[in-house]
């Protein structure tokens, strides 16, 4: 086993392996990125053989990035307590494990919970993975290291829908969906050896000698009552019970907060929220992020349930998409971010609400008839715009957070993320298919385009309070 034992000197220039530790964390962000979109491409083929109800396909998203989402706001603490090298290597192995299970569920409930123990594997292994590259770089090197890491995550966005359709197409040795899941298996066993192998065992200085584990069961279960009523509540016919667990949310969210508030060792600094700019940035990144992954399932089920298109074909049609968020993340990261600040966000929502309404409008004037190529300009435009917004966000979010909140408002942010898209997977596809059956495809898919516009419109009005410039030195 290797460790590093020694601080860095002017003449090291790092950990002996860190360009083989780089590596191994790119593989584990690229598995974690591809994991929590392909099966939004998968849903509807999981859904037809494996039956179930119309929110079984909220479900297959939801379970993953809520459990991620929660785990991940605990896991980056208890990498400084328990060592990031150990927790890494059981996330990578528990991931790969629950990737194998998620192959081969019989049934849709077992998939379900298989997705869960993936998200939750995948919260133990992603905050660590960075924290050592960190630890293994010469601080003048970083940012150099952290170079592909833009490019290769860009191209894993684009390829991902394309490769997941082409391995449902396939029917792999009658595998069908389930490869989008085994593919993780010799990819995963591989990085589990190379991450015990080679990745140094660091811990933070000062590092947390407790956590605070009520603190964090309080956040489970309020995430919880919020995510299943919103996702059940049409299948049944929104009764009494499932306000009433909305209402017990917002009681635990309160007795949440009050904890941290007494707590030693609070799961969420709470100076942080004494932070005008930080708070915006949640609320920016909720609803931005609201909007945008519940639109992205709804143009998925369209396409495919809808339109009847192949999942391959399907993968095809969200390249202009992907490829437009990578080319708008290249230029706001190297120029408009670092020049124009929040103001680029405001371009992006902008031009992407411009890109969306032309989606509306595609859709309304092709109706079913609406092809492939017909959705490109749309889809394009909306892309480049959401990839404006991308690159500066965190930054500008942190800009005004004190050094040693960096970290912990940075690992809220991340979580924030994944939960703010369970919400959207529950709260657009809700809408979507409470129209359905009354208003077909066409007119459902545009009315929840105008719920995204109108979440999109509150980001735009919530970033005049971020802060104007990006966080001096940032970037990553």
Known sequence: MTTVTAPLTDTDRGYRYRWMVLTVVMIADVMDLLDATIANLAGPSIRADLGGSESTLQWVLAAYTITFAVGLITSARAGDLLGRRRLFIIGMAGFTLASLLSGLAPTAGLLIAARVAQGFFGAVMIPQGLAMVKASFHPDDLQKAFVPFGPIMGLSAVLGPIIAGFLIDADLWGTGWRMVFLINIPIGVVSTYLAWRYLPDTRAEGAATRMDPLGTVLLTVASGLLIYPLVQGREHDWAPWIFAMMAASAVVFAAFVVNERRSAHPVIEPTLFGNRGFVAGTV??????????????????????????????????????????????????????????????????????????????????FGMDVGGWDLVPALLTAGFGCGLIFAPLFDLIL?????????????????????????????????????????????????????AVGLFAASFLVAFALPMKAREGAGH
């Open 284 to 365: 920016f990144l909720a609803t931005f992020m609201t909007a945008m992954t519940g639109f992205g399932l709804v143009l998925n089920l369209f396409t495919q349930l809808g339109l009847g298109f192949s999942p391959l074909k399907a993968g095809v049609v969200m390249v202009p998409w992907a490829l437009g968020i990578a080319i708008g993340a290249v230029v706001s990261g190297a120029w408009a971010g670092p020049r124009f600040g929040r103001h680029v966000l405001h371009v992006g929502l902008t031009v992407l609400t411009a890109g969306v309404i032309g989606l509306w409008w595609t859709v309304g004037h």
């Open 399 to 451: 800009a005004d957070v004190n050094d040693n909140e960096v970290g912990t408002g940075s690992g809220l942010l991340n979580a924030l993320q994944q939960f703010g898209g369970a919400i959207g997977v529950a709260i657009l596809g809700t809408v979507l298919f409470q129209l359905l059956p009354d208003h077909g495809w066409v007119s459902a898919t545009q009315t929840v385009i105008w719920v």
